[in-house]
């Protein structure tokens, strides 16, 4: 299982990025998948996340209206499209895959993480 993400790097204030989240091992319909960042001296933290279903998404309040999560199955990847960055958004940000069943959490994967810098 590989959870390989891209798409990172330094933007300026205002710009856009979009993350994405290579998998293999599995596919991404089958799982919970989610973003998460961590910037320096901060606790991880939940950026996004869409069910197996696809049918709800969920985000942190800091990023709604900026940020969409989405999945394509025919490349079984997972991406965050990140608009109107701020100098807050600065993280390692990090794809997390997780497998529930009968309520409890089977398996959860974490990708390597990619570096999200915002700054002028």
């Known amino acids: 299982v590989q959870l390989v993400e891209s798409g990172g790097g330094l933007v300026q204030p205002g710009g856009s990025l979009r993350l994405s989240c290579a998998v293999s091992g599995f596919t991404v319909s089958t799982y919970d998948m989610s973003w998460h960042r961590q910037a320096p001296g901060k606790e991880r933290e939940l950026v996004a996340g869409i069910t197996s279903a696809g049918s709800s998404t969920n985000y942190a309040d800091s990023v709604k209206g900026r940020f969409t999560i989405s999945r394509d199955r025919a490349k079984n990847t997972v991406y965050l499209q990140m608009n109107s960055l701020e100098p807050d958004d600065t993280a390692e940000y990090y794809c997390?895959?997780?497998?529930?069943?009968?309520?409890?959490?089977?398996?959860?994967?974490w990708g390597q993480g990619t570096q999200v810098t915002v700054s002028s």
């Open positions: 997390n895959a997780v497998l529930i069943r009968w309520g409890k959490k089977i398996y959860d994967y």
